[in-house]
């Protein structure tokens, strides 16, 4: 009866990709712990880089950085 | 002062609905454990049904082959 | 498909009415939105009456509040 | 390594704002637990009034009674 | 930075599965979504069986009646 | 109406921190959005070391290994 909720920052994640996460998830729980997969939930919240702050900034600003360091490299 | 999440997949709940699911877990606190409902908070998430997994799939793939083995039947 | 947390302090919350809260919640989201029991999870976390504030003190200050303020009254 | 879950109800927090509530949530855990910005998360989620209840009553109804008891007093 | 929440019955999990369950879900994330295990978080939390409600009953009725169905197929 | 969550390690939080970082999260609600402190609840989760996992492994072996360096220099 697991209940598993995975919170990521909503930057493209595709139905595939999500799909993906439910399976490995649910896997995990039914290889480790034996968990019967009819009766685990996964559950992915997107959250907006706005609203995700990490070392004191939010991610849309750690993005942007990152993309400037990479611009500056080519 | 309970905290009570639902979460359940957005598949059209009504603002009527979601006050009934307000009311009726506050009721409940009250009820069992003589909670005041004025520092009772009830929180509503309507999750994508892509984003909600239960048996190794999402609810969008559930309900796609739940409709077409309710048209099958008709 | 529901997930239902309730988070109550840790006050001597007896199994029965555990119980009780649990029937109560499965039954709300049945009655409301049509929910199957066979998949709705109600999840009870009760917590140290230290480790939850509210109005800038934890719940362990005031209950030695309203207990002085009813011995006062006696 | 501490998560910081801030939900509030959607009633036009800005970007700045949340930039704020970032900062000060990571600087109040390395004040008092001497935790490490780097890996402190904070995470706002932002919930419609219809799906936040407090007092039985969801916060919609809660600010229109608010908004027409000022209008009455001006 | 992905916050990866497994929420599991309190059941005798061991440190060992608890470490496979934390190496699983970084794996996943870093496969399916190239999130940087440096800020991956994963947490469990172990739920008293009496605190968990599924079907309308809680997990320590739950296991009872498994037992007692397993002892009379032996 | 704010509800914030702090996750952190079980790692000898006493009464007086908790307070703190109740007053000083119930504080930052107030001054950034102006919420209400009467309604404001802050709640504090502590998770063993076994149970959180960071860059794929668990607190418990990172804080070992902290010690044995900072023995080693010493």
């Known amino acids: 009866m697991p209940y598993v909720n995975i919170r990521v920052t909503n930057e493209g994640v595709t139905p595939a990709q999500k799909l993906e996460l ?3 998830a649910t896997d995990l729980l039914s290889r ?6 009819a ?14 702050g990490v070392n004191r ?3 849309t600003t750690l993005r942007a950085r ?9």
Chains 1, 2, 3, 4, 5, 6 share one sequence.
Not at 32 to 37: A, E, I, Q, R
Not at 41 to 47: A, G, K, Q, S
Not at 66 to 73: C, G, Y
């Open 22 to 24: 439910i399976e490995g």
């Open 32 to 37: 480790v712990l034996n968990k019967d997969p």
């Open 39 to 52: 009766t685990t939930f996964v559950i992915i919240d997107e959250v907006e880089t706005d609203n995700w």
């Open 57 to 59: 900034e939010n991610v």
């Open 66 to 74: 990152q993309a400037a360091a990479k611009k500056a490299k080519a």
